[in-house]
């Protein structure tokens, strides 16, 4: 663990290394570039490819706090940034009467303090942190409102925020922000202009089973290949939702748990709910169909170690 951010795209790789994440050189440069420039980076992609996990790891290789503000339809001011303790600013006025030790504007002033403040994520980014300036995840930003994404875009050009009661509070130095987005809906052209952005597409079966050798190192190595294999012949299928990475090792993990050596039909039937996460997709897979594509996989196989 270190607390100085990597100077160069091979230091930025190893960094990714020490946290077990697989990275390719591009993905790498756009991270060297955020941190480098002290940027966002907006990362996109489809659920499951590894977006989150980059600021998870981030934070951890870095000994940094994590700040994740997950976002949700309706998120408003009073979640993401900040909030009156109204609850303990009523106690504070029950006693005070009782009291009668102070004038009107003075209880004011003090219910109106940081005393009283609820600092949500994006608030506590701005603060000084141990070990320097925090990890900020701002996730899945596509399934909030445009009036939010507006709002954010004026966060992220000056790290600062503006409390009526209090006054500007801003950072002494950025937090490191990524930003996630499954592409439900398309992020304002305004908001991507203030990041660096990367597409985080699936990966390829070779990079997908390195990433199975370091996610789940105890699948036997054989298994692992047609687990590669049977999740990227999905991929090529017309599924309502295709497996991500996250699922292809939950699948690895859980046939390890069965004692599986290798795959069969029966077994891939019984644990179709672990890779795939809607009904109307296991029905399609299920039977002969996964048959046919645990066929095509072993058969693969078997012509490139006779090649």
């Not at 998120?75 to 993401?80: H, K, N, Q, R, T």
Request: hydrophobic content about 40%.
């Amino acid at each position: 663990m270190t607390n100085h951010v990597p100077e160069t795209i091979d230091e930025t790789i190893e960094l990714l290394d020490s946290g077990n994440y697989v990275s390719d050189r591009s993905l790498a440069t756009a991270l060297h570039l955020s941190l480098a420039l002290k940027r966002p980076l907006f990362l996109e992609g489809e659920a499951g490819v590894g977006k989150t996990e980059i600021a998870k790891v981030l934070s951890e290789t870095l000994g940094r706090k994590l700040v994740r503000l997950q976002c949700y339809e309706g998120l408003d001011v009073a979640s993401a940034v900040y909030e009156w303790n109204y609850s303990l600013q009523m106690v504070e006025i029950r006693l005070s009467e009782a009291v009668g030790d102070r004038d009107r504007d003075s209880l004011e002033d003090d219910l109106f303090s940081e005393k009283f403040l609820i600092k949500r994520p994006l608030l506590q980014a701005l603060e000084p942190s141990i070990g320097g300036p925090p990890v900020l995840l701002i996730d899945e930003l596509d399934r909030t409102d445009e009036p939010f994404e507006a709002f954010l875009l004026e966060v992220l050009s000056d790290f600062q925020v503006t409390i009526p009661e209090i006054g500007t509070i801003a950072a002494e130095k950025p937090p490191i922000v990524i930003i996630t987005s499954n592409r439900t809906r398309e992020i304002h052209d305004a908001l991507k202009r203030r990041c660096f952005y990367y597409w985080i597409d699936y990966p390829d079966a070779e990079r997908e089973l390195e990433i199975l050798k370091v996610k789940a190192p105890t699948a036997p190595e054989v298994l692992s290949q047609q687990v590669v294999g049977f999740v990227q012949k999905l991929r090529e299928l017309d599924l309502f939702k295709q497996p991500g990475v996250a699922e292809t090792i939950d699948w690895a993990h859980a046939l390890t748990q069965l004692d599986c050596l290798t795959l069969d039909p029966d077994t891939i039937n019984n644990t179709l709910g672990t890779l795939l996460k809607y009904q109307d997709d296991i029905e399609k897979i299920r039977g002969s169909e996964a048959g046919r594509l645990l066929g095509e996989i072993k058969s693969e196989m078997m012509m490139a170690q006779s090649a």
